[in-house]
């Protein structure tokens, strides 16, 4: 088995250095994944379960990049001054330095906000084609803000507080330029990029996109996507584009108090990797 192979990549901005962990294929290499890791502590929650996935499908003969953005993990920056602009930029040096070591097909691997950033990175790439693996993916970027707020509503009733609401929190944030949430001091701009993004794949980027799979885990999975997900899902299919819904069983772990694991996406995720290895090869 391949050895990870942590390294720091230097940010094109000129900001720091980013921590990356890069999983080169085992045997031949059929394929190239970039991992885009969730928002804030759902990130912390999900080192594990990415670090199994990362290492399983490095197994089958994918070369994985994993990469802290800005002010995330080990990578320079404070998470307060972070921007989602900051975000695309070093996902695009990401996809860069990814690109010099194979030509096989590319996956855009996203979890949670991962996903959205993976939509926008689309027309950022300079790849012939690409497909995206989601794990349990928001419709929107302005739900994932309003969960995110409201843990600071929680925290102030906790204190016993009273008063503060979802548009004094906004409020601060455009006028005092951030708000302490949790441990994090969330940045107006990245609080503006999160609210707008969105599952939506760029007009531009939908000839180079060949398929998508959406994960959505639930601890009693129906075949078919929460309501939210299954309208941006029927936008795809409306636009042309090849979009697979996978219902999982299992804990939502990146949002659990303590860190969980979720075996049967390990093995949703690694079979759809596998089927797509096998339907390749057939077309050889």
Not at 74 to 103: E, I, M, N, V
Not at 198 to 215: D, G, K, V, W, Y
Not at 241 to 253: D, E, K, M, R, Y
Request: net charge negative; with cysteine; glycine share 8%.
């Amino acid at each position: 088995m391949s050895k990870a192979q942590p390294f720091f990549l230097a940010s094109p901005q000129g900001k720091g250095q980013r921590f990356c962990i890069f999983h080169p294929a085992d045997g031949i290499q059929r394929g190239r994944v970039l991992h885009i890791h969730p928002f804030a502590e759902e990130m912390n929650k999900s080192r594990r379960m990415a670090a199994l996935q990362a290492r399983a499908m490095a197994k089958i003969g994918f070369a994985v990049l994993q990469i802290d953005l800005f002010g995330c993990g080990d990578s320079s920056g404070d998470f307060g001054d972070a921007s989602w602009q900051d975000w695309l930029d070093d996902l695009s040096a990401a996809a860069k330095w990814l690109a010099t070591q194979g030509d096989e097909p590319l996956w855009l691997w996203g979890h949670r906000a991962g996903c959205l950033l993976a939509c926008e990175l689309l027309a950022r790439i300079d790849e012939p084609t690409c497909n995206l693996l989601f794990w349990h993916p928001p419709a929107q970027g302005r739900v994932l803000l309003q969960q995110f707020l409201r843990l600071k509503l929680a925290n102030g009733l906790l204190d016993g507080g009273g008063g503060t609401t979802m548009e004094a929190l906004k409020t601060q944030l455009s006028s005092v330029g951030h708000v302490e949430i949790a441990g994090y001091a969330l940045s107006s701009e990245l609080a503006a990029g999160l609210e707008a993004a969105s599952l939506n794949i760029p007009a531009q980027s939908r000839m180079r996109l060949t398929e998508a799979h959406c994960f959505e885990m639930s601890s009693q999975p129906s075949l078919e996507p929460a309501p939210a997900l299954a309208s941006a899902l029927a936008r795809w299919r409306e636009q042309g584009l090849a979009i697979h819904h996978h219902p999982v069983t299992g804990p939502a772990f990146w949002q659990t108090s303590e860190i969980e694991d979720a075996p049967a996406l390990l093995a949703s995720t690694l079979a759809t990797l596998t089927a797509r290895q096998a339907e390749e090869r057939s077309n050889l």
